[in-house]
């Protein structure tokens, strides 16, 4: 007896065979793929936290900003205020490198600064010579300032011996003492002008005693008595050149 199974029987256990074939084939590509699905979702975070699309952004621009002189220095664009001119309206204004720091140089009468802001501390920025400074703002006017013209003066005597007295009293004129105004002289006319270096300018409206005619002034100070006259006195000029003012 022939025990060879029929053709069509044949036919069915070979497509049953592909068919498991073709499924174990499908099991086996799932599996690869899921095992390298992990390293690419890995890849992929180790990009995300090397830096958010904002922090490359600022650096690419900053590279691209960026440029060089032919030596290789790097060129810095100086930076740009809004200024308003103001002027100097005293004879010597300090310009510092910070509020009551250091002084770059003493700005004269009527020199005109850029300005950057007054700040409410008395101090105001200016620009100057590629740099922000700072100059006390009282000192800045709106219009430029013209020196006064210097009055004309004559030495009178050089190297003249001063002495002080106290404000306590009338003048030889019967006026109130002025230590911001009056000398006392037995050698020179009343109501000579003076200039006195180291004191400034005065007016001889006061006598004294004969001490004073040996050519001294005497200054009359800002004190009321003998021992804050002494006091004031030792800080003070003891000679000085003396000129006669012409008006």
């Not at 020199?111 to 008395?122: R, Y």
């Not at 005597?157 to 230590?179: M, S």
């Not at 009056?182 to 006319?189: H, I």
Request: charged share 25%; aromatic share 8%; net charge negative.
């Amino acid at each position: 007896m022939d025990k060879r199974l029929p053709k069509t029987h044949l036919e069915e256990i070979k497509m049953k065979i592909l068919r498991r074939l073709s499924l174990a084939m499908v099991a086996i590509i799932t599996v690869f793929a899921c095992t390298r699905a992990p390293k690419e979702t890995e890849a992929e975070s180790t990009i995300v936290y090397r830096g958010t699309p904002s922090t490359v952004l600022t650096t690419v621009e900053e590279e691209v900003v960026e440029t060089e002189e032919p030596n290789g220095e790097p060129v810095v664009e100086a930076e740009h205020f809004s200024t308003t001119s103001k002027w100097v309206n005293c004879s010597g204004l300090n310009v510092r490198y910070a509020p009551d720091g250091d002084v770059k140089y003493t700005a004269p009468l009527g020199e005109e600064l850029q300005v950057i802001k007054h700040h409410e501390n008395g101090w105001t920025s200016i620009h100057k010579d590629g740099g922000v400074y700072y100059v006390s703002t009282q000192y800045l006017s709106d219009e430029k300032v013209e020196p006064a013209p210097q009055p004309k003066m004559t030495l009178w005597k050089p190297n003249v011996k001063l002495t002080y007295y106290h404000a306590r009293g009338l003048d030889a004129h019967g006026n109130k003492l002025d230590p911001n105004f009056t000398v006392a002289s037995n050698v020179l006319p009343q109501y000579t002008k003076l200039y006195i270096e180291g004191i400034g300018y005065r007016t001889v409206m006061d006598t004294g005693s004969k001490v004073l005619n040996d050519g001294r002034v005497d200054i009359c100070s800002p004190t009321y008595n003998n021992r804050d006259c002494l006091r004031y006195a030792s800080g003070m000029p003891q000679r000085a050149n003396v000129y006669i003012v012409h008006e």
